[in-house]
């Protein structure tokens, strides 16, 4: 056979289905990518508000720990209080700590507002322990407990961004709560509570009692979740903590 003088291939023409499949996976593809980056840009747009603050500083703010397991943090005549609902081991109760809590100190200590933390333990099985949130709720009692209102910031802050673990296998151990407190200027009687485990069993109920009282009041047990009053806060929107203490 003359290799000069070899078979020549003419494709066939795409059928219009294909071309049609294949439009719609490329209008697909676009339409994801465009998703993804207008959700990136969303979780992206908050600043940090506040920042250089620090945690709560006047010694003035008490901590106070109500009969029910909330936590109120602020000064006796403070102008308003909030409701915050958040679980140890939630990443967005992290954010909004990380977000907003330098912004809610400096109300705190103006005495502009006073903040109601209900804790709640929904979590407690994406811990290695199982029970890591009931724990740290547990310590966030014992810490309160103590009335001292920077302090408590102080851990609070610690156990909600820098040194909460992550979810799905993550845990600290009461040891290392211990030593969060004790990093925060907690009481030695206060950590000596964390180390016992001393409020396990009553911050384990309390926490039941909130999620119970969320859910009555926004429909379902969500964290983070605001309450100014029966109002449920919108904390996407960067100015929400002037608008409710301005």
């Excluded at 023409?13 to 499949?21: D, E, G, L, V």
């Excluded at 603050?53 to 029910?68: E, Q």
């Excluded at 709640?120 to 811990?127: E, G, M, P, R």
């Excluded at 109002?231 to 960067?238: A, W």
Aim: aromatic letters at 4%.
């Amino acid at each position: 056979m003359n290799s000069s003088s070899g078979s020549k291939y003419t494709p066939r023409p795409m059928s219009s289905r294909t071309t049609y499949a294949l439009g719609a996976v490329a209008v697909l593809v676009i339409v994801l990518i465009v998703v993804l980056v207008v959700r990136w840009n969303s979780d992206h747009s908050l600043k940090v508000q506040g920042d250089g603050y620090g945690t709560v500083r006047d010694p003035a703010v008490s901590a106070l720990l109500d009969s029910d397991g909330a936590i109120v943090l602020g000064k006796p005549n403070a102008a308003k209080t909030i409701d915050l609902y958040e679980d140890p081991m939630c990443p967005n109760c992290g954010s909004l700590e990380h977000l907003f809590g330098q912004q809610l100190a400096q109300k705190i200590d103006q005495g502009k507002l006073a903040v109601r933390y209900r804790l709640v333990n929904f979590l407690d099985a994406k811990s290695a322990s199982k029970d890591y949130s009931t724990r740290a709720v547990a310590a966030n009692e014992c810490v309160a407990d103590a009335g001292d209102g920077p302090a408590y910031a102080k851990f609070h802050t610690a156990v909600l961004t820098t040194k909460q673990p992550s979810e799905n296998g993550g845990d600290r151990t009461n040891d290392e709560l211990v030593a969060i407190a004790k990093d925060a200027g907690v009481s030695a009687e206060a950590q000596q509570c964390i180390a016992k485990g001393q409020r396990v069993d009553s911050a384990r109920n309390h926490a039941q009692s909130a999620m119970a009282t969320l859910k009555s009041a926004v429909g379902q047990v969500r964290t983070p979740t605001v309450l100014d009053g029966t109002t449920d806060i919108d904390v996407n929107e960067s100015g929400w903590v002037d608008k409710i203490a301005p």
